[in-house]
């Protein structure tokens, strides 16, 4: 397998999934910086222009992060990363979609990038305050639904990954993470597959 990644992009929870597996993937780097996204040959692989993209061994390219989470977790059971109770499995894929689809797409979207969401220049510095209010909303909410728990939906699980990220970016922005994300950031920074991939992107 080959992952598609750029260095503390949303790729890096896949990238966590893909070291607690422990099966051998190769990492390829799409450097978004320099547009390598809008280019070929990447564009001629993934037309979407966007990361994560994993490469399968039998020539497929899976895209979107849910998808490709929602896969390794179950094609490499024995990780233990997909909840294996109902309830456990609707609040993953709850946490996943709102951390994925609101608080990243909606919120920390415009912050990084309010010229995609506004034709005034002069209107960016808005954009980016809404942004920010969306994402700290986000943050909020994760951290209740997160409760007193270690992990997001009680054993590590994929979900695990998302709620990864988005406290990476937030450190990484200087928002203030809520007491629960604080410390399952801290937690999960402890596991040793999230320090294999700090390492490896060079953000350790």
């Known amino acids: 397998m080959k992952l598609f990644y750029a260095p503390g992009a949303c790729s890096i929870g896949i990238h966590l999934i893909l070291e607690e597996i422990g099966v051998p993937f190769e990492l390829e780097l799409v450097n978004l910086r320099e547009g390598a996204q809008y ?13 994560p993209a994993l490469l399968r061994d039998d020539g497929s390219l899976l895209t979107e992060f849910p998808a490709i989470a929602y896969w ?18 609707a ?20 912050m990084f990038a309010p010229r995609k969401y506004t034709p005034s220049e002069a209107d960016e510095e808005k ?12 943050l909020d909410l994760l951290s209740k639904a997160l409760g007193g728990k270690d992990y997001a939906v009680g054993p590590y ?26 410390q399952h950031f801290a937690r999960i920074k402890a ?6 991939v700090l390492a490896k992107e060079g953000l350790a």
């Open 39 to 51: 280019k070929e040959p990447y564009t001629n692989l993934n037309p979407k222009s966007r990361v």
């Open 72 to 89: 390794l977790a179950n094609r490499y059971p024995g990780a233990k990363l997909w909840p294996a109770e109902l309830e456990a499995q």
């Open 91 to 110: 609040r993953a894929l709850e946490m996943m979609d709102y951390g994925i689809a609101t608080v990243h797409m909606q919120g920390f979207s415009r």
């Open 127 to 138: 954009v980016k305050k809404r942004g920010l209010e969306i994402f700290q909303t986000g």
């Open 157 to 182: 699980s994929v979900a695990d990954a998302v709620l990864f990220y988005l406290e990476l970016w937030a450190t990484n922005f200087k928002v203030e993470l809520p007491a629960n994300l604080a």
């Open 191 to 196: 596991r040793q597959a999230a320090q294999r």
